[in-house]
C-alpha cells in the first residue's frame, strides 16, 4: 500500500501478541497483493486491463468491496467515484505531472461509477466503455484496517489500534481511559489541531498535504473531483469518527471533494458519524455530534 501500519494491542502472552501482529501484517498484504494499482498482476490490474473488452472473473472479497464504493457513489451523489482514475493516472504528484485541459476533458468522459458493472453472482467485472479506469485508493486501506480488527477479534484481541495510513480502528480502551487520536495541522505535521477521544471506533483522516506538489500557487494532491478532474479545494483535511474503518476511509475521502456545507450536510444525514473539518481558511468546523455544547441558559434577569 506505499503506507505505514501500525499496530498496538494488549496480550497477557508476549507469543500469542506476536502471532496476532504477524496476523495482521500478513492480512494487509494479502489485501494489497488483491487492491493495489501498483501491481500489475493484482485483480484489481486485472480488471483494468481487460475490463473494457470482458468480464473480469475476481474474487467475491473485490466485487463486494467495489459494491460498497458504488453504493457510497450512489449516496455522495457522484463525489466518491473508483472511475476518478480514468483521469487521476495523469497525475504524477512525485515529478509534479499533471494533465493538461484537453486531456482533462478526454479522460473526463470515462468518469462515471455507472461504467462499472459488477455481476456478483457470476463474481465478474466489467466497463461499459473504453478508457475506465479503477482505483480503490479512497476506500481500501479502511477495508484493511477492518480486516485486520477482525482477525485480531477472532484471536481473542480486545484492547486494541490498528493503523493504516490516515484510516485507524480501535477496539476496547486503553487501561481503562480512551484512546486519544490526534488531528494535525496540514502545514505542520508537528501541531496539533484537535484530539478526539475514541472507543470502540474507527478514524479516517484524507487531506491534501499527503501527496501533492503545488504550482504557482496551486495545490495539486491526490483527491480529485470526478466533475473537474482536478484536485478538489475547499478543504484542507477531512476526519471522520464513525462504526467501521471501510465506512470512515470512504466518508472522508468523499467529504474532502463534496466540501464543507454539503459535506457536513451528508454527514448529519448519515447520523452514526461525525467529522471535523480543516476549511481552506483553516477554520475547524464539527458535526452536531462533537461541537461544543452551546453555554447553558442564564436565568438572569437582563440588565
Ligand atoms: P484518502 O486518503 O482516503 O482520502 O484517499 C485518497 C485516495 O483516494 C487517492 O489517493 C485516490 O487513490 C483515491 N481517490 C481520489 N479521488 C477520489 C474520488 N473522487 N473518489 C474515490 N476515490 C478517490
Ligand atoms: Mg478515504
New binding site residues.
Given amino acids: 500500500m506505499g503506507t505505514r501500519i501500525a499496530v498496538e494491542l494488549w496480550s497477557g502472552d508476549p507469543a500469542a501478541g506476536q502471532a496476532a501482529s504477524d496476523a495482521v501484517l500478513a492480512e494487509m498484504r494479502r489485501v494489497d497483493a488483491l487492491m493495489s ?1 501498483y501491481k500489475p498482476e493484482s485483480q484489481l490490474s486485472q480488471i483494468n486491463q481487460r475490463a473494457a473488452s470482458e468480464a473480469v472473473r475476481v474474487d467475491p472479497e473485490l466485487v463486494a468491496l467495489i459494491q460498497r ?1 458504488q453504493a457510497l ?1 450512489g449516496l455522495t451523489g457522484g ?4 472511475t ?2 480514468s483521469v ?1 493516472y495523469l497525475y504524477d504528484y512525485r515529478e509534479h505531472v499533471r494533465p493538461t485541459d484537453d486531456q482533462v476533458r478526454d479522460g473526463l468522459g470515462a468518469v462515471n461509477w455507472r461504467h462499472v458493472i459488477v455481476d456478483p453472482e457470476a463474481s465478474t467485472v466489467r466497463f461499459a466503455r473504453e478508457g475506465v479506469r479503477i ?5 481500501a ?2 477495508y484493511a484496517v477492518d480486516r485486520a480488527i477482525g482477525i485480531l477479534e477472532s484471536m481473542g484481541v480486545v484492547h486494541a489500534s490498528v493503523t493504516a ?3 485507524s480502528r480501535i477496539i476496547g480502551d486503553r487501561f481503562g481511559r480512551p484512546w486519544v487520536v490526534g488531528i494535525r495541522h496540514p502545514d505542520d505535521a508537528g501541531r496539533i489541531v484537535v484530539r478526539i477521544p475514541v472507543v470502540d471506533a474507527a478514524l ?4 491534501d498535504y ?2 501533492y506538489f503545488d504550482e504557482d500557487g496551486v495545490r495539486y494532491h ?5 466533475k473537474t478532474g482536478r484536485s ?1 479545494g475547499e478543504v484542507r483535511s ?1 476526519t471522520i469518527i464513525g462504526p467501521d474503518a471501510t465506512t470512515t ?2 466518508l ?3 467529504v ?2 463534496l466540501g464543507p456545507e454539503r459535506g457536513l450536510e451528508l454527514v448529519e444525514r448519515i447520523g452514526e458519524v461525525d467529522a471535523v473539518i480543516v476549511r481552506r481558511d483553516g477554520k475547524v468546523l464539527y458535526s452536531s455530534g462533537l461541537a461544543a455544547p452551546q453555554a447553558p441558559p442564564q436565568n438572569q434577569p437582563e440588565k
Fill in positions: 494499482h464504493a457513489s463525489a466518491f467515484d473508483i476518478y482514475a487521476g482505483d480503490l485508493g479512497g476506500i486501506k479502511g495510513g490516515g484510516d479516517s483522516t484524507s487531506g499527503e501527496r491526490h483527491i480529485i473531483d470526478p478538489a477531512v476511509d470512504g472522508s475521502t468523499s474532502f471533494v
